[in-house]
């Protein structure tokens, strides 16, 4: 549960309700999205504490996702924010998403849909249009390279099958992962993303590749055809 606001500076609440306090104690997992942009503040606009005014931002331009989905340029236009603050939010987003990838792109293999979508997750969510991916991988299922191949609107008509053989020809995969985002938030396939599936399985089959996976992203958790028995 978030701080409730008042008129004590920070440093005068009770150890346990101070957010960085809280996060040694407990985790970061026990803070509110209010307060660990807080931390990131370090302190509020005048007359308001960090979290009074983390907590502003985040009902007046977020949620958290829109917020830090912004480009570092028009976060620094927020209030509360400026240059400073801006670079150190967009700095630590992409950290995070370096660490969720460090594992996979260092040869981790992927042994069930979960990872792999995560991965995508973390690569292709929030994106305001349609990006599709493939995620090559070598004979133990380990990533050898991540590609955008196509953008826009992802039907049959945009995603050639035949330029992801021929990439997986140049890297020399045994495998392929390929999954792409749905802007609108909703990760349930269509059926073009079917149609796409089948086309894209018939056309690595004859190059000696496998495709494990079709993952559709979206908001929540990532859709995988594989597991619904579609590849």
Same mark, same amino acid.
């Given at each position: 549960?978030?701080?409730?606001?008042?008129?004590?500076?920070?440093?005068?609440?009770? !150890?346990?309700?101070? !957010?960085?306090?809280?996060?040694?104690?407990?985790? +970061?997992?026990?803070?509110?999205? @209010?307060?660990?942009?807080?931390?990131?503040?370090?302190?509020?606009?005048?007359?308001?504490?960090?979290?009074?005014?983390?907590?502003?931002?985040?009902?007046?331009?977020?949620?958290?996702?829109?917020?830090?989905?912004?480009? +570092?340029? +028009?976060?620094?236009?927020?209030?509360?924010?400026?240059?400073?603050?801006?670079?150190?939010? #967009?700095?630590?987003?992409?950290?995070?998403?370096?660490?969720?990838?460090? %594992?996979?792109?260092?040869?981790?293999?992927?042994?069930? !849909?979960?990872?792999?979508?995560?991965?995508?997750?973390?690569?292709?969510?929030?994106?305001?249009?349609?990006?599709? +991916?493939?995620?090559?991988?070598?004979?133990?299922?380990?990533?050898? #390279?991540?590609?955008?191949?196509?953008?826009?609107?992802?039907?049959?008509?945009?995603?050639?099958?035949? %330029?992801?053989?021929?990439?997986?020809?140049?890297?020399? @995969?045994?495998?392929?992962?390929?999954?792409?985002?749905?802007?609108?938030?909703?990760? %349930?396939?269509?059926?073009?993303?079917?149609?796409?599936?089948?086309?894209?399985?018939?056309?690595? @089959?004859?190059?000696?590749?496998?495709?494990?996976?079709?993952?559709?992203?979206?908001?929540?958790?990532?859709?995988?055809?594989? @597991?619904?028995?579609?590849?």
């Amino acid at each position: 549960m978030e701080t409730p606001t008042r008129s004590l500076h920070i440093r005068e609440w009770p !150890p346990d309700e101070r !957010p960085r306090e809280r996060l040694l104690a407990f985790g +970061a997992k026990s803070l509110s999205d @209010a307060q660990l942009l807080a931390i990131f503040l370090g302190s509020g606009l005048r007359g308001r504490d960090a979290v009074t005014t983390a907590r502003d931002l985040l009902h007046e331009h977020g949620p958290l996702r829109a917020l830090l989905e912004r480009p +570092a340029d +028009a976060l620094a236009k927020l209030p509360g924010l400026g240059p400073a603050r801006a670079c150190r939010l #967009a700095a630590a987003l992409e950290l995070g998403h370096r660490f969720l990838g460090a %594992e996979l792109e260092r040869g981790a293999l992927l042994s069930d !849909p979960h990872a792999a979508g995560r991965y995508f997750a973390q690569r292709l969510r929030g994106r305001p249009h349609e990006v599709f +991916a493939v995620l090559f991988l070598d004979t133990r299922h380990r990533a050898l #390279a991540f590609e955008e191949l196509f953008h826009g609107t992802i039907d049959g008509a945009h995603v050639h099958p035949r %330029e992801v053989a021929r990439r997986a020809l140049a890297l020399n @995969a045994a495998a392929a992962i390929c999954g792409h985002n749905h802007p609108s938030g909703n990760p %349930e396939p269509s059926g073009s993303d079917r149609v796409i599936t089948a086309r894209l399985k018939e056309a690595l @089959a004859l190059v000696d590749v496998r495709l494990l996976d079709h993952i559709v992203i979206g908001d929540g958790t990532p859709v995988s055809l594989a @597991a619904r028995g579609w590849v």
